[in-house]
């Protein structure tokens, strides 16, 4: 799996934060739900239009930036 086909960044969406799949929910949303206790399931429960493929990807994007 890549992230580079999951999390996009356009700059007029939520002000160019990473989002997933061009959508409004951002990575930074999804370590927020992370921090918080929840676990993969619940972040996909609360928010169908999410898979752990998204959340996975999240967690991806996050350690290639930890790279740099």
Excluded: Q
């Excluded at 700059?11 to 206790?37: H, N, Q, S």
């Amino acid at each position: 799996m890549s992230y580079h086909n999951i999390i996009t960044i356009e700059p007029e969406k939520r002000g160019g934060k990473p989002c997933i799949r061009g959508m409004r929910i951002t990575v930074y949303d999804v370590f927020g739900w992370l921090a918080a206790g929840m676990s993969h399931e619940e972040i996909v429960d609360d928010f169908p239009e999410l898979t752990e493929e998204d959340i996975k990807a999240c967690l991806e994007f996050a350690a290639n930036r930890g790279r740099y």
